[in-house]
């Protein structure tokens, strides 16, 4: 049977996955109700296309800015607030929902086939939420295009002003202008990294995957122990962006380094646009060995999540309306692909 979605009145406490200790002082249930609506996706009249970061216009980044600063500014019970959506994430991985039935047993979405699909879904709101606080149903969150050489750095609108409201604080500060490595090599040369770095997303997209579930991660189903396995991407690019801009000098490398913390980063969500970016290249990607990049079991179709939308309206969602991210309104500004043929 599929992942159920969790009992909101049984949340508990999360743990610290960097040492195993319980995050007493952090509280990252959501606001209660028991008012749940089966969430339909609504008819799409005007395809969002999601901005590489790199390229964003200045009237852009203006939107962007504001729209997370009045995020912020919600009342802190509101379930669109800032801090609310940022704990959406611990909530969900770090152990604080127990899967409803079967006893402790943890929901976990990460390292395993619910990864592509429980983010996409997280970002779905998070980006609705923002143009509704704008007045823009248009609003489309930005990518971090860490695949390409050209978004290999930090996009600069996160790091260049501390008052901007897409500032952290809590990042490596060795790293806000270097260029990214995706190998956690600690290499010096520049050209190296991104040579590095260009074969690691065509290993990640192509050369290492002979089965859909070696992209999208192991199967993962009621009943099941966390973490049966990552896909490629989650594995290697997504999770070396977490270290690699999380802060050690912090106590478990907050914010973007540590699952209760990442979601606090604002550029989280403009990883996780990438990371979603990934998922989409991937399904269009022409390849023989697999025609078809449908998971088809009914386990991964009918697992669901529960989500707050832009209405503030708690809403279940199915793993089966994620795979066509047109079908949910929103597509990727066109963007080389300079790891597809690469051969180092
Ligand atoms: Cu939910 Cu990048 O992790």
């Known amino acids: 049977n599929p992942i159920l979605p969790p009992e909101l009145n049984k949340c508990g406490t999360a743990t610290n996955w960097n040492n195993g200790e319980s995050l007493d002082g952090i509280n990252c249930c959501p606001p209660l109700t028991t008012d749940i609506i089966d969430y339909k996706l ?30 912020k500014r919600l009342p802190a019970d509101d379930p669109r607030n800032f801090m609310q959506q940022a704990n959406i994430h611990c909530a969900y991985c770090n152990g604080a929902y127990d899967q409803p039935g079967q006893g402790t047993l943890d929901i976990q979405i990460h390292k395993c086939w619910l990864f592509f699909p429980f983010h996409r879904w997280y970002l779905y709101f998070y980006e609705r939420i923002l143009g509704k606080l704008i007045g ?17 750095t930090i996009p600069p609108m996160f790091v260049e002003d501390p008052r901007s409201a897409l500032y952290d604080r809590k990042r490596n500060q060795k790293n806000l202008r270097a260029v990214v490595d995706l ?15 260009l074969t690691i997303m065509h290993n990640e997209m192509i050369r290492g995957i002979s089965d859909p579930l070696d992209f999208m991660g192991a199967r993962y189903s009621e009943g099941s122990d966390p973490n049966p396995g990552e896909g490629s991407v989650e594995r290697g690019s997504h999770t070396s962006i977490h270290a690699w801009v999380g802060d050690p000098e912090q106590p478990s490398g907050e914010d973007l380094g540590n699952f209760y ?3 606090r980063d604002p550029l989280f969500y403009c990883h ?14 022409p390849n023989n060995k697999l025609p078809d990049k ?10 669901s999540f529960l989500f707050y939308d832009e209405n503030a309206q708690l809403v279940k969602v199915y793993v089966r309306d994620t795979f066509d991210n047109r079908r949910m309104g929103f597509d990727y500004e066109r963007i080389d692909l300079p790891w597809m043929d690469y051969r180092p």
Not at 183 to 197: E, H, R
Not at 272 to 285: F, G, I, K, P, S
Not at 294 to 303: G, Q
């Open 42 to 71: 609504p008819p799409v009249f005007r395809m969002k296309i999601r901005p590489s970061a790199h390229r964003a216009s200045a009237e852009y980044m203006y939107k962007y800015n504001l729209a997370t600063d009045r995020m």
């Open 136 to 152: 823009d149903p248009t609003f489309a969150l930005p990518f971090w295009n860490w695949d390409n050489p050209k978004g290999m």
């Open 183 to 197: 190998g956690l090599t600690d290499a010096t040369d520049t050209l190296q990294v991104v040579s590095n770095n």
């Open 261 to 263: 913390s990442a979601g």
């Open 272 to 285: 996780h646009a990438n990371v979603d970016r990934m998922w989409y290249l991937w399904q269009r990607l």
């Open 294 to 303: 449908r998971i088809t079991d009914p386990d991964y179709l009918n697992a």
